[in-house]
Structure formats: structure tokens, C-alpha cells
């Protein structure tokens, strides 16, 4: 049988001793053996044009197509109009 696995997408930094530091915990309870894929750009900051691109066509955003997911409409809140 074979296991089905899982994946969470997270950010973090490789720091100087090449150890991955990421920028949030887990939301897996542990200890537990992981396998761990790390996609990085040539380019050193991405833009903000690149992280919605990624977001977008990520399938660990999917749920959000849903109806159900559509819990506010343009009547909720008050409007913020920046003034600087």
C-alpha cells in the first residue's frame, strides 16, 4: 500500500550554515520523518507580480474556489481610504 502524502507550503531562509530557518511553525504535530522540497529563485527578491503568479496556480489554494469559502461581501466592513 502506498502513503498518500501531503504537502504545506511555507516561506523561510537558508541562513549562513545552509539550515533551513522558516518563517512560521509547522502545523504538523511532531516528531514525524518529512520529505522536504526546496524551490528557490536565481533571482534574489521576487516581486510582487511573481508571489501572486505562484499563489495562484498553487493547488494548496484551491479550497478557496469554493462557494463556501465566500463567507464576506462588499457590504462588510467600513472602507480604508489611505490619505498618505
Do not use: C
Not at 502513503?3 to 504538523?28: F, S, W
Not at 493547488?59 to 490619505?83: C, M, R, V
Amino acid at each position: 500500500m502506498e502513503a498518500t502524502m501531503t504537502a504545506v507550503e511555507l516561506t523561510g531562509t537558508i541562513d549562513e550554515h545552509r539550515q533551513l530557518r522558516l518563517d512560521y511553525l509547522l502545523p504538523i504535530p511532531g516528531p514525524m520523518r518529512v520529505r522536504v522540497i526546496v524551490l528557490y529563485s536565481l533571482i534574489e527578491e521576487w516581486d510582487e507580480t511573481e508571489w501572486l503568479r505562484a499563489a495562484v496556480s498553487n493547488p494548496a489554494f484551491d479550497f478557496l474556489n469554493d462557494s463556501q469559502e465566500d463567507i464576506y461581501t462588499l457590504a462588510d466592513g467600513k472602507p480604508f481610504h489611505d490619505e498618505t
